[in-house]
């Protein structure tokens, strides 16, 4: 392990909720596999310690070396960047989009379903649940869609992420849902929820909900999908949109 640069304070004097896009910008500013020693300290409020500051680390695109540990209220813990995607997350989310796993080209170009032949991008334009092409903190900022992933581990397919994997995002997003309190979630891509829920699963809205949000499953957007046609796509997302305007 290469010696760790040590980040002080990250989080100081602003909410909990600001840590997202404060460390997804940490993250963009590393290379793969350079360690930090980072110690988060946000104001203190309900629910922050030790569980969420490792919670933020994963979602942003680290992975933990050893326990973390506390001093006062401040969370400290080394972490590793990995070749990953950070969260875009923050407070007053309408609609908070949980994929399977970054892609390496994601992850390589920071941004969500960034492969030209995804379809993604174009089904959220053509809802109208974002404006901007390719753009997750204006999706965020501007109308209240945020992005995370189950697993923070890029693969180049899906079925090579293991089921504890699965379960270990599946809590963590959970987590992230209960302290955000997202209008709605919308599971982009089948595999997950029916890995860890339901086994029959069929897309649309789910009768389990989300850390206590409602929860509406979509097929994958990618192009190797080809049972789903952009169409098809956009109605979903619409929908969802809609649970979580009705929610």
């Given amino acids: 392990m290469s010696q760790s640069r040590l980040i002080l304070n990250l989080g100081s004097g602003r909410p909990a909720s600001s840590l997202p896009l404060e460390l997804a910008d940490l993250h963009g500013s590393l290379i793969t596999g350079e360690c930090i020693s980072c110690r988060l300290e946000p104001l203190l409020e309900e629910g922050w310690g030790?569980?969420?500051?490792?919670?933020?680390?994963?979602?942003?695109?680290?992975?933990?070396?050893?326990?973390?540990?506390?001093?006062?209220?401040?969370?400290?813990a080394r972490a590793v960047r990995i070749r990953s995607l950070p969260d875009t997350v923050g407070p007053g989310m309408r609609l908070l989009i949980v994929g399977l796993n970054p892609s390496p080209y994601s992850a390589d170009h920071g941004v969500a379903y960034a492969r030209p032949g995804n379809r993604f991008w174009p089904a959220v334009l053509a809802a109208g649940i974002a404006s901007i092409d390719r753009d997750p903190r204006h999706a965020l900022r501007s109308h209240g869609l945020g992005m995370t992933d189950l697993v923070r581990r890029t693969t180049r397919r899906?079925?090579?992420?293991?089921?504890?994997?699965f379960q270990a995002g599946f809590a963590r997003v959970s987590r992230l849902v209960e302290w955000l309190c997202p209008k709605a979630v919308c599971f982009v891509g089948l595999g997950g929820w029916r890995a860890v829920?339901?086994?029959?699963?069929?897309?649309?809205?789910?009768?389990?909900?989300?850390?206590?949000?409602?929860?509406?499953?979509m097929p994958h957007t990618s192009g190797l999908n080809a049972h789903s046609r952009l169409a098809d796509l956009t109605a979903h997302l619409a929908a969802a949109a809609t649970l979580a305007d009705k929610s």
């Fill in 50 to 76: 030790p569980v969420r500051g490792v919670d933020l680390l994963v979602g942003a695109g680290f992975s933990i070396d050893g326990a973390p540990r506390t001093q006062g209220s401040a969370v400290c």
């Fill in 158 to 165: 899906a079925d090579q992420v293991d089921l504890s994997e």
């Fill in 197 to 217: 829920v339901e086994r029959k699963a069929q897309a649309g809205v789910q009768q389990r909900m989300l850390g206590g949000r409602p929860v509406y499953v």
